[in-house]
C-alpha cells in the first residue's frame, strides 16, 4: 500500500499519499465514572480564542455495528443510499474532533471503513489532522486511507476498528485487573504508538480512552483522531505550545493553568490518566459534583487517591507519570521498561 488518496469530482478526491482500500470505594467510583460517561464528553476547540467547549453526549453512542454481507446488499440495491466517492455511507458510529464518524464500506469490495465527515469551514484544522496523520505507519495507529471533498464536507476515509472504544470496554466490563497480560500488552500498545509519533516530532494532545480503538477480538488497541496534532520541533529544542485542547479530563495541569507546555510530556501525563482509568475503572480527577473547575483543580494540585487492589508496580508507574512538574514525569522509554510490564 501506498500513501492516502485524495480525491475531486462531484466529489473531489485529495491524494496526500495513495493508500486507500484496493478496488478489485471502589463501586462507589465506578458509579460516579459510569455517570460521568452519561454526561457531555468536553473537549476544547483549538480554532476557538475563548477555548470554546464542544460536548458530547454518551446516550447518543452506538455500540461497534456487525454488518451482515446481506445488510451490505441491501443498503446497496435502496436508492436512498448515502454515498460519497466509491464508499457507501452507513451509521454514525462516533463522534470525533470536528465532526461525525460515519461506518462505510467500499462499493465493490465491501471492505469496512470508517468516515470522518467534517464541514469545510473546519479546513485549515483538517487540513493539519491530514498532514499528521498521512505520514504514520504503524501497527497500533489507524491508517488514514484517503480524502474526499465536495463543496461543502471534508470526508476522511480511515481504518474501521470493529471493537469499539476501551472507554467503552471499561464502561461494559468494569477495570481491568493490573496484573493480567492483557491489561499490560493493551497499555504497551498505546505508548508505543505514542512514542512513534513523538518519534516523528509529532504530538497527540486528546490521548483518552475514547480515542483508542479495539480489535474485534479486544486483543490489541489502535490510536485514532489526529484533529489536535501538532508537529513539533526536535525534542533538544523544547518547543513551547499555548494551544488549550483536548478533554480536561485528562490535560495536564500545565495547560489548564494556561502556561505554555511541551507537547510531549502534556501527551505522557494523559498516558497516566488512561493506565489509571482502565486498571481503576474510574477517572482520577473526576468530581461527584460534575463541576468542571472542581476537576481542573483537583488536576491542579495532584488530588487523587491510589486505591489499595492496584499492585505496586503498577502504583509506582502511575506515580511515575501523573507528576505536576513535567519535567519530573517518566519518559516514553523508560515506561516501556518500568518493571510493571515483567
Given amino acids: 500500500m501506498g500513501g492516502v488518496t485524495v480525491c475531486?469530482?462531484?466529489?473531489?478526491?485529495?491524494?496526500?499519499?495513495?493508500?486507500s482500500p484496493q478496488a478489485p470505594d471502589r463501586e462507589a467510583k465506578e458509579q460516579v465514572f459510569l455517570l460521568w460517561a452519561q454526561r457531555c464528553r468536553s473537549s476544547v476547540d483549538q480554532r476557538s480564542a475563548e477555548s470554546r467547549i464542544v460536548c458530547r453526549h454518551r446516550q447518543t453512542r452506538v455500540d461497534p455495528p456487525q454488518i451482515a454481507q446481506s445488510d451490505?446488499?441491501?443498503?446497496?440495491?435502496?436508492?436512498?443510499?448515502?454515498?460519497?466517492?466509491?464508499?457507501?455511507?452507513?451509521?454514525t458510529i462516533g463522534e470525533g474532533s470536528f465532526g461525525k464518524v460515519k461506518l462505510g464500506w467500499h462499493k465493490l469490495t465491501s471492505q469496512q471503513v470508517a468516515v470522518k465527515i467534517v464541514d469545510k469551514i473546519h479546513a485549515p484544522a483538517v487540513v493539519r489532522e491530514i498532514d499528521g496523520w498521512r505520514a504514520l505507519r504503524h501497527p497500533n495507529i489507524a491508517q488514514l486511507y484517503e480524502v474526499l471533498t465536495t463543496e461543502s464536507k471534508i470526508y476522511m476515509v480511515t481504518e474501521f476498528v470493529p471493537g469499539g472504544e476501551a472507554f467503552d470496554m471499561i464502561l461494559r466490563r468494569g477495570r481491568m485487573d493490573d496484573r493480567s497480560p492483557l491489561a499490560k500488552r493493551l497499555f504497551r500498545q498505546v505508548v508505543e504508538a505514542v512514542k512513534y509519533c513523538h518519534d516523528k516530532n509529532l504530538v497527540h494532545r486528546d490521548l483518552k480512552l475514547e480515542n483508542v480503538m479495539l480489535t474485534e477480538d479486544m486483543g490489541n488497541v489502535k490510536l485514532i483522531d489526529f484533529g489536535f496534532t501538532r508537529e513539533v520541533a526536535l525534542p533538544t529544542q523544547k518547543q513551547l505550545l499555548d494551544t488549550y485542547c483536548g478533554s480536561v479530563?485528562?490535560?495536564?495541569?500545565?495547560?489548564?493553568?494556561?502556561?505554555?507546555?511541551l507537547g510531549p510530556q502534556a501527551d505522557i501525563w494523559s498516558l497516566g490518566v488512561i493506565l489509571f482509568t482502565l486498571v481503576c475503572g474510574f477517572l482520577p480527577f473526576d468530581d461527584d459534583s460534575e463541576n468542571e473547575i472542581l476537576v481542573q483543580k483537583k488536576i491542579k494540585e495532584l488530588d487523587y487517591e491510589m486505591p489499595e487492589f492496584l499492585s505496586d508496580t503498577c502504583k509506582?508507574?502511575?506515580?511515575?507519570?501523573?507528576?505536576?512538574?513535567?519535567?519530573?514525569?517518566?519518559?516514553?522509554?523508560?515506561?516501556?521498561?518500568?518493571?510493571?510490564?515483567?
Fill in 8 to 19: 475531486v469530482c462531484s466529489v473531489t478526491t485529495y491524494n496526500p499519499l495513495r493508500n
Fill in 72 to 91: 451490505i446488499l441491501k443498503e446497496l440495491q435502496s436508492n436512498a443510499v448515502a454515498s460519497v466517492g466509491n464508499y457507501i455511507l452507513g451509521k
Fill in 249 to 261: 479530563a485528562y490535560a495536564a495541569p500545565e495547560m489548564i493553568i494556561g502556561k505554555q507546555y
Fill in 316 to 342: 509506582d508507574l502511575i506515580a511515575r507519570i501523573l507528576k505536576l512538574d513535567p519535567a519530573d514525569r517518566i519518559a516514553l522509554n523508560d515506561i516501556l521498561h518500568h518493571p510493571w510490564f515483567s
